[in-house]
């Protein structure tokens, strides 16, 4: 009776680990060519204070990149600051690195 309650678990413990990796593959991700220079970007005047500029970047869009202009945001906290996103080598081609808030 030991033994088969044992056998059970290990079959649950495999089973529950071989699901879990199944949930956490990553997705497939897309490279494309390089991305242009970065163009020039004059912020306007900031808003506010509270104000953090978020910096304008380059999406692929239909097999072109597209320029997504910058602008003026307010962070969650006032300890949060902007890590900008970037196009990271990989593979043959570029893959799009989102930005995020990072606490300081």
Known sequence: MAAE???RLWLRGLLVTLLA???SAPPPVATVPPPPSIPAEVAPPQP???HVWVPGHWVWRRRNYVWVP???TVPGTPTQVWVPGHWAPRGAGYVWVEG???TR
Request: glycine fraction near 14%; charge should be positive; proline fraction near 7%.
């Open 100 to 102: 995020r808030w990072r």
């Open 48 to 50: 506010s204070p509270a």
């Open 70 to 72: 910058g602008h003026w």
């Open 21 to 23: 990796g199944c949930a």
């Open 5 to 7: 309650l044992t056998r």
